[in-house]
């Protein structure tokens, strides 16, 4: 029994939280929030354990709530902590509380890699670096941009290798999450440095040339990627069977945008309404010359949920890829989300 502590109930943590808790193997602390709003109502709706800062115990109590202890006490019970902080705040957590306590952590997409604010020296993906993830002390676990690229990529260089001679990726995402309170505006915005191209090109060394624009949209990221070959590009439903059994990827037909897949998703009473995993788009793969287009849509949130599971696994318990991913997927049921999705977006 691996005792976890979540350090943050936002969109990351409450998903983190809600997901391990169905894990047998896994002791749920309790989670660590800083403050008093509707969230709170979901966490007392689990049975999460509540714990908060020490200066903020009493408000906690005085608004009614039961709380179990303060967020050091809930970290210095555990074996690890999935640190779900806002984006920034690992560091601080790291230096205030992990580094003292000499406890683990799993961080999120956010956070640095490298500077003075560095929380970790690696970056996870499943796809690609598990099995250099066991007893590892500090892993930031990808953002889901990055960990959806790592899920594409990484099969299709496994069938082609040298004979792609480059990728270029454009990055559509959302703006907020369905959940999330933030005015989204009526603006597209661009990224001059995006994080993701360095991101990715930690753990995967390749040609690589990503842009990123932020549309008003609460449904999913979506991703195209051109794919230069040296010689002529494969067909494409030869390019799509590489991904015919791929663990976190849909291929999908007749789907008209990403809001067709997110309410399917919430009408089938998926949690979150999150599938989990990228969806390959069959309507919008071209084919021409040297040249593979595909586009995909990446599940924003949910993405890295079940990769902090397969982290976790891979940290504390060494475990192969394979079994990890029967474990999570006994969780998630990706699997089956995938099957029915598939169904119900067919050609």
Request: hydrophobic share 35%; proline share 3%; with cysteine.
């Amino acid at each position: 029994m691996v005792k976890v502590f979540v350090n943050g109930f936002g969109n990351i943590g409450r998903r983190v939280a809600s997901a391990f808790s169905k894990d047998k193997e896994i002791e749920l602390i309790g989670i660590g929030k800083y403050s008093i709003d509707e969230r709170l109502d979901e966490a007392v709706e689990k049975n999460f354990p509540l714990y908060v800062p020490e200066n903020m115990r009493l408000k906690f109590k005085e608004a009614g709530f039961s709380v179990s202890g303060t967020i050091r006490e809930g970290i210095a019970q555990s074996d690890i902590v999935i640190d779900a902080a806002k984006d920034g705040f690992g560091f601080n957590n790291k230096i205030d509380l992990y580094l003292p306590l000499n406890k683990p952590a799993i961080f999120q997409g956010g956070e640095n890699r490298d500077g003075i604010k560095k929380v970790a020296d690696i970056i996870h993906n499943s796809r690609v670096n598990f099995n250099d993830m066991f007893r590892r002390k500090y892993v930031i676990q990808g953002s889901c941009n990055v960990s959806g690229i790592g899920r594409i990529m990484q099969p299709m260089i496994e069938k082609y290798g040298k004979e792609i001679e480059r990728y270029d990726i454009t990055l559509i995402r959302r703006w907020a999450d369905l959940e999330d309170k933030k005015v989204v505006k009526d603006s597209i915005e661009w990224d001059q440095n995006p994080h993701h191209q360095e991101d990715v090109k930690s753990f995967i060394q390749a040609k690589l040339y990503i842009e990123a624009y932020k549309v008003p949209s609460r449904m999913m990221h979506v991703h195209q990627m051109t794919i230069r070959f040296e010689d002529a590009a494969p067909e494409i439903d030869s390019f799509l069977e590489v991904y015919k059994n791929e663990f976190g990827v849909a291929i999908l037909s007749n789907v008209s945008g990403t809001g067709d897949i997110r309410m399917k998703a919430m009408d089938l009473g998926f949690e979150y309404g999150d599938t989990n995993m990228v969806h390959i788009h069959t309507d919008a793969t071209r084919k021409q010359d040297d040249t593979l287009k595909i586009v995909y849509s990446d599940d924003q949130t949910g993405m890295v949920i079940p990769e902090n599971h397969l982290l976790l696994q891979s940290i504390l318990f060494g475990r192969s890829k394979n079994d990890a991913y029967n474990r999570t997927d006994a969780i998630f049921d990706m699997q089956k989300k995938r099957r029915i999705l598939e169904s119900e977006f067919k050609g």
